[in-house]
C-alpha cells in the first residue's frame, strides 16, 4: 500500500504543485503555520487599509477514520 501511494504521490507531484503558501496536508506545517500565515495576512491588509476575506474549511468528518 505503501508503494501504491508513494508511485501516486510522485505522479501527482508532477502534475499539480501547491503554492508556497498552501497549508493542508503538507508534512511539517500544522495548524500555527496556518493560524500565524492568516494572521499576517489580515494585519498585512489592514495597515493598508484593504479588506480581506477569509475562509475556513473544516474537513475532519469527510474522511473515514483509518
Do not use: W
Amino acid at each position: 500500500m505503501k508503494i501504491c501511494k508513494h508511485v501516486l504521490d510522485s505522479q501527482l507531484e508532477a502534475i499539480v504543485s501547491p503554492t508556497p503558501n498552501y497549508r493542508g496536508f503538507v508534512k511539517g506545517c500544522g495548524i500555527i503555520d496556518a493560524t500565524y500565515a492568516a494572521r499576517l495576512l489580515v494585519e498585512s491588509h489592514e495597515e493598508k487599509n484593504r479588506s480581506v476575506h477569509l475562509a475556513f474549511l473544516d474537513v475532519e468528518k469527510a474522511f473515514d477514520p483509518t
